[in-house]
T-cell receptor, first 113, second 114 residues
């Protein structure tokens, strides 16, 4: 596609449920990033994938959060046992390589009720 | 760990007036610095970046920023603001390679008055 695509655009889930957020990066982009944007914390780095290297998971806030990137393309961010504080917009970005411009998707707005 | 401070939460500027948005960073080595803009309902768009070289960088939409190492600052400027510039602006510092692991400031909301 023309840009980074994220789905769903909105997700409402009950506390304690698991959710999966999907990111389709721009074709050919080797680097993929997940960020979280919330009112209280602003924009926070979550995880970074580069090619076949082990991902940088240093931003994941707890072990309830995990992400994978299959075949070097699509990525899924999974949040287990969601809590109300997980409510935020989850942004995905991709770039040709780490030194090239990162393009952001529109985000997935997650609401935990 | 790196950090970014944007001291102004909101700024109101008259259309046609000049603009300066402040950004201060904390990072031990030479940083990668970025300014992004986010319009309502839109994703983040890169305005400009500093990796190395000339400390005055030009970006899209008529924006520029100057890296001042002595002041740990990377302020964003525009000589004449347009109503369409109303948006939220984020400064970010990269500690890893290029765009990886960015740390963002809290953002500055720019309002443009007629």
């Amino acid at each position: 596609g023309a840009g980074v695509s994220q789905s769903p655009s909105n997700k409402v889930t009950e506390k304690g449920k698991d959710v999966e957020l999907r990111c389709d990066p721009i074709s050919g982009h080797t680097a993929l990033y997940w960020y979280r944007q919330s009112l209280g914390q602003g924009l926070e780095f979550l995880i970074y994938f580069q090619g076949n290297s082990a991902p940088d998971k240093s931003g994941l806030p707890s072990d309830r959060f995990s992400a994978e990137r299959t075949g070097g393309s699509v990525s899924t961010l999974t949040i287990q046992r969601t809590q109300q504080e997980d409510s935020a917009v989850y942004l995905c970005a991709s770039s040709l390589d780490p030194n090239s411009e990162a393009f952001f998707g529109q985000g997935t707005r997650l609401t935990v009720v | 760990a790196q950090s970014v401070t944007q001291p102004d939460i909101h700024i109101t500027v008259s259309e046609g007036a000049s603009l300066e948005l402040r950004c201060n960073y904390s990072y031990g080595a030479t940083p990668y610095l970025f300014w992004y803009v986010q319009s309502p309902g839109q994703g983040l768009q890169l305005l400009l970046k500093y990796f190395s070289g000339d400390t005055l960088v030009q970006g899209i939409k008529g924006f520029e920023a100057e890296f001042k190492r002595s002041q740990s600052s990377f302020n964003l400027r525009k000589p004449s603001v347009h109503w369409s510039d109303a948006a939220e602006y984020f400064c970010a510092v990269g500690a890893g390679s290029g765009y990886s692991t960015l740390t963002f400031g809290k953002g500055t909301m720019l309002l443009v008055s007629p």
